[in-house]
RNA sequence: GUGGUUGUAGCUCAGUGGUAGAGCACUGGAUUGUGGUUCCAGUGGUCGCGGGUUCAAGCCCCGUCAGCCACCCCA
């Protein structure tokens, strides 16, 4: 092998391309149900939105965006959907248009992180946005749909995380008071969280360095510190998610790397330890600066989430295989192999899948590969048949057989897929 | 980016420095034109790649690439 895939990023072949397929049709149905609309933004964006939106003292900016210098425009591949979205809600003046706007999208995302365990450099999200609502019920009705999504999916055995880093203020004085607390006892932080001093004081608390933890008992908590205002929102938020049954914890540890986030944060954490250290299957909260911060007249406040696909995929039952076709046509000979093709795309034209095999190997090989495809209908063209111009239809399930003349092959084809289907029509909801 | 671990047939894996193997899959036959089972046979290998040690390397050593796991961080 000469060419490979590039590290951390992977080929998603059709037999597995049908769960994708399903996970997104549910993800799409029950989204648009919610009121949200699909938003296709450009993968690729300016480097300076990511580094203002997303934070320079991230990780994710700081050393896992693809980024390159094209003539005189410094750019790069979208390492998340959230700032890209933003910045197209914000340069279509969409808060002039209409008060709330509901929007979400699905996609490839790119980081170049060293590949783990639920973990890529090309993965997929899908993700919601809504603009113009900061009300703490749309929070809950996100965090609830949010449920909802990963339990079509079939999952289970998760946890909903809830936590408020507060508004802008707050985010700002809690920080210091972190600083202020870690500060003297710093020779006792890992090394990670020496550094995090520096950077970005709220990482030390979501530590899982025991040093960290022990040092991190007595640190001021983000709900003492919060204003009256977040702290009401906060509270509301917390009855609405009593109100609508979604069972959560409290996590005050909650924090997440990116800098945009302002009040109320979530992640939805599978439990099974199935995906190793990558628990979380979906994060978010509100961002309520960054549409103003973007350049908007109008100050917007916004609430979005994202879920990593092959996260859910990782964690999901397989569910049904690719369906084969219909009809396997077998010429057994090359003169049967015109009026095949003729005979497939009459089929075809009529909505039956059909697959014609023309390799020119012998009947048991074809009706080998019709039955390990699980065809329905096996349509057997050889020398007895061509003479009398006839086509021999064979039920695979039902293990019978009959002739039929050619002109007349494609309505006996139909006729006997409905009389066989019954059975096979059902299909499963799950990913 | 740091540490650990694993790379042998399409897949899952055995292989104790001395002839490259099994099961599954695939193809053919037993069955001059019928799927499953069974039996028989066959195709398929730069042993990840590159160096080194040795009379001799899949096996030992070094490097490198890739997968996986953990850390960091995140979906």
Redesign the pocket.
């Known amino acids: ?1 000469v060419v ?1 895939a590039v ?2 990023m992977k080929d998603i072949l059709p037999d597995e391309a049908v769960r994708w397929q399903r996970l997104e049709r549910t993800f799409r149905t029950l989204v648009e149900r919610a009121g949200y609309g699909e938003v296709r933004t450009p993968h690729i964006e300016s480097t300076e939105l990511f580094v203002r939106e997303i934070g320079e003292d ?3 900016v700081g050393k896992e965006m693809y980024s390159f210098q094209r003539h005189d425009d410094a750019l790069t591949v979208r390492p ?1 959907g959230t700032a890209g979205a933003a910045r197209a809600y914000v340069q279509n003046n969409l808060a002039a248009l209409e008060p709330v706007s509901r929007w979400y999208y699905i996609g490839p995302m790119f ?1 170049a ?8 450099r090309q ?1 997929h ?1 899908a993700g919601c946005e809504v603009y113009g609502d900061e009300g703490p019920a749309c929070d809950a009705e996100m965090i609830d749909l949010c449920a909802e999504l990963v339990q079509a999916f079939g999952v289970r055995d998760f946890v909903v995380h809830v936590n408020s880093i507060g508004s802008a203020g707050t985010r700002a004085r809690y920080r210091d008071e972190l600083a202020k607390y870690f500060t003297p006892m710093s020779a006792a932080l890992s090394e ?1 969280s020496q550094r ?1 001093l520096a950077t970005n004081p709220l ?1 030390i608390l979501d ?3 025991p040093r960290d933890r022990e040092a991190s008992q007595g640190a001021p908590r983000v709900t003492d510190v919060l204003s009256d205002d977040d702290a009401a929102h906060l509270a509301a938020l917390r009855r609405y998610l009593d109100e609508l049954g979604v069972p959560y914890v409290l996590d005050p540890r909650l ?4 800098d945009y986030y302002t009040r109320t944060l979530f ?1 939805l954490k599978i439990t099974t330890g199935e995906l ?8 978010g909260g509100r961002y309520d600066e960054m549409i103003s911060h973007l350049g908007s007249k109008r100050p917007v406040p916004a609430l979005g989430f ?3 696909l ?2 859910v995929l990782a964690v999901t039952p397989a569910g049904e295989a690719r369906p084969g076709p219909e009809c396997y046509l077998a010429p ?1 000979l090359e003169r049967a192999t015109g009026p095949a093709l003729v005979l497939g795309k009459a089929l075809r034209q009529r909505g039956i899948s059909c697959e014609l095999d023309g390799r020119g ?5 074809m ?3 019709a ?2 495809m699980k065809a329905r209908l096996a349509v ?1 063209l ?4 061509l003479e009398r111009g006839e086509v ?1 239809l ?4 039902r ?1 019978e ?1 009959t002739r039929a003349p050619l002109a007349t092959a494609v309505e006996v084809a139909l006729a006997m897929l409905a009389s066989s289907g019954a059975a096979a029509a059902g299909s499963a909801g799950s990913a």
Do not use: I, N, W
């Open positions: 092998m490979r590290r951390g991230t990780d994710v998340e980081r992180e060293r590949p783990a365990k639920g973990r890529y993965f999200q990670d995090r990482r530590s899982k360095d924090v997440r790397g990116l992640e190793g250290a990558q628990d979380a299957l979906l994060g994202a879920m990593g092959e996260r057994m190997q012998s009947l048991k090989a009706l080998r590969r039955s390990a057997l050889g020398e007895e048949e021999t064979k039920d695979l399930e293990h057989q």
